[in-house]
């Protein structure tokens, strides 16, 4: 159970604590470069720039030279940390990033920032609700979804000592700090293994991302109204995926929610279903963009219209178990 | 930074330039070995491999500096084959250049070959990035030599492009990428042989004058005739001089003839991606052996 306070968390936006892990970084290995397309502002990468500008290169609106130019960077012995809107990068440079970097096994960091609906008002046309789905599909990509600035941090500097190509999603607004930074470790013999972040007997939330918040505060007050136990697992890393934890949870409560700011199809429901239908077929309701294009409003607004926000993942179980 | 000469730099033991008759015996050689491994799985891309080979050895025997003892040696002249179809000419060179051994000359394109239908960094000793997916080759060289550039460290990146593949516009965001950097170790050379898989490049997407098009872009730019050895070995002498007194990358537009060499198959569309049948093979290899013979 986690000892932080939900209804009033510390919030960091990802983006930020991203910048400030490269500038980080940036000192303790001259190896690291970065790059990014034109909005380095945004993406926090200006942070890396202002401390190592030999290091930084701006490669301008051009995302597919934005992934090709890491590439070449890393045969060269660089680790290339590269950075765009997340729609961006893998939509626009999907090519690159399938073609060049994984088939070529380059070691590659695509860490875009502003995935998912919480983006917000610029609407549809740069909400990623795609980009799991792409980017896990693609052979020997890695792929990671961190929920909050402390696990962004410990993910960032995990990808710069890995060897391989590396997606780290990260989203664009401030998120609530669910993780005390102080005793945070990943799993160093298996990084990807689910966080079980509380405990429950009654029924299993997964979430991913900026959801992990709202799945735990569903269950904190599933708990208080109605007394449903509920065991959230976060999964940190979609691929590869922890499908033991998975189906040890899914046996002992048999009923399994999703929750994830992402289409549901190919998404964290996606891989779920896939590993349960395979290791414990167990039912499974899927929160998440249902075959929708998002739109304009605040992420909060967002959240609730496509259904994932705490309310609805909250409604869903209360219906589900009364069913 | 200063950039010193490649003269500078001293080749591995055992591998000397060759001569240009000893180039031209060599590229007559090879363009038997491409008609072979294309002939053997009766699939792979004849057209475009004859017209660049001449360019290959050129760039390999006589330019670049490596080592196939030492593939990951760092200070290495670099090679991008972007125009990845012509896998059989980048095989074939790599063959005699001792990366690739020749008795696997004859598994192109057969299962669990190394030698995959379009070039895979994971197979091929010597090649640092796979190739297949067009237009990708000239962002992947930029960034090889700003990594290599932070290092101090002055080897060379050729990459080398059809010119259909030129309407890819990831290669003019590489172009503008190369001039903003600043990286005059690239260079960038074009196989402009007028043809792609549906016809000729100006009735299909028209590149036009290629030449003016990347000056305009802020590069050196020299246009020759890609099939004369002295030319080619003169233009790539004079885009390492253009790179220690400029701080342009250097494009190389090399006029081509696609299948050169087999007269049935020179600018012919149709054999971009076909192989030869029986009769057809004989035809070649007798036009092409005739003139290995020929050559002293």
């Known amino acids: ?323 | 930074m200063t950039v010193s000469t490649n003269q500078a730099r001293v080749l591995p033991a055992g591998l000397p330039r060759l001569t240009i008759p000893q180039l031209q015996k060599l590229a007559a050689k090879l363009r038997i070995d491409i008609l072979d491994m294309i002939y053997e799985p009766q699939s792979g891309h004849p057209g475009s491999s004859l017209s660049c080979i001449d360019l290959l050895v050129n760039i390999w025997f006589h330019y670049m500096v490596w080592d196939p003892a030492n593939a990951d040696w760092k200070e290495r002249d670099r090679f991008i084959m972007s125009k990845g179809h012509g896998a059989p000419a980048y095989y074939a060179t790599l063959m005699e250049a001792g990366y690739i051994p020749w008795s696997e000359k004859n598994t192109l394109r057969k299962i669990h070959s190394n030698l995959q239908g379009h070039p895979a960094s994971r197979y091929i000793q010597g090649c640092d990035i796979s190739t297949g997916s067009l237009g990708q080759g000239l962002s992947c060289g930029v960034g090889m030599a700003l990594g290599l550039r932070l290092d101090h460290i002055d080897s060379r990146v050729i990459v080398l492009m059809g010119d259909g593949e030129c309407q890819e516009g990831n290669v003019w965001e590489a172009v503008l990428s190369a001039a903003h950097h600043k990286v005059s170790r690239v260079t960038a050379i074009v196989d402009r042989n007028h043809l792609q898989i549906d016809g000729d490049t100006e009735k299909v997407k028209a590149l036009g004058q290629m030449a003016p098009k990347f000056a305009a872009f802020d590069w050196n730019v020299i246009e020759i005739d890609g099939h004369d050895f002295a030319q080619i070995q003169d233009a790539l002498a004079q885009a390492d001089r253009f790179a220690e007194e400029t701080d342009r990358p250097t494009a190389i537009i090399a006029n081509t003839v696609k299948g050169k060499g087999v007269s049935f198959m020179e600018n012919q569309a149709g054999w971009h991606g076909k192989a030869p049948n029986k009769e057809q093979y004989e035809v070649a290899r007798a036009e092409l052996t005739a003139a290995y013979d020929a050559l002293s």
């Open chain 1, 1 to 323: 159970m986690t000892a932080i306070n939900l209804e009033k968390p510390e919030l960091k936006a990802l983006r930020n604590q991203y910048g400030e892990t490269l500038a980080a970084l940036g000192a303790e290995n001259p190896n690291i470069v970065v790059l990014d397309a034109d909005l380095a502002c945004s993406t926090q990468t200006q942070k890396f720039a202002d401390k190592f500008p030999e290091r930084f290169f701006n490669q301008g609106i051009s995302e597919q030279d934005l992934i090709n130019t890491a590439a070449g960077l890393s045969t060269a012995g660089k680790i290339p940390f590269c950075s765009t809107f997340a729609l961006f990068a893998a939509g626009k440079g999907w090519d690159q990033i399938r073609n060049t970097v994984c088939y070529s096994g380059l070691n590659v960091k695509i860490c875009p920032t502003h995935s998912g609906l919480s983006l917000g008002e610029d609407g549809a046309s740069h909400q990623s609700i795609e980009d799991i789905a792409l980017m896990r599909v693609i052979p020997g990509m890695t792929v990671i979804v961190p929920s909050d600035a402390v696990e962004t941090d410990r993910v960032i500097r995990w990808a710069a000592e890995y060897y391989g190509p590396v997606y780290v999603r990260l989203v664009r607004p401030n998120c609530p700090v669910i993780h005390d930074d102080a005793s945070y470790q990943l799993d160093a013999a298996m990084p990807h293994r689910i966080r079980i972040e509380r405990g429950g007997d009654d029924i299993t939330l997964v979430a991913t991302g900026e959801t992990v918040y709202h799945a735990l505060l569903a269950a904190e007050r599933l708990h208080k109204d109605h007394g449903i136990q509920v065991e959230v697992l976060n999964c940190l890393f979609i691929k590869p995926f922890d499908s033991e934890t998975l189906a040890k949870s899914a046996r002992k409560t048999g009923k399994v929610i999703t929750v994830e700011s992402h289409q549901v199809m190919g998404g964290l429901a996606g891989v779920v279903c896939e590993e349960l239908s395979t290791h414990q077929p167990t039912p499974v309701r899927r929160l998440g963009t249902q075959d929708r294009f998002g739109q304009s409003g605040t992420g909060d607004a967002l959240f609730k219209e496509y259904g994932i926000d705490w309310e609805a993942i909250y409604n869903e179980a209360v219906c589900w178990l009364k069913s």
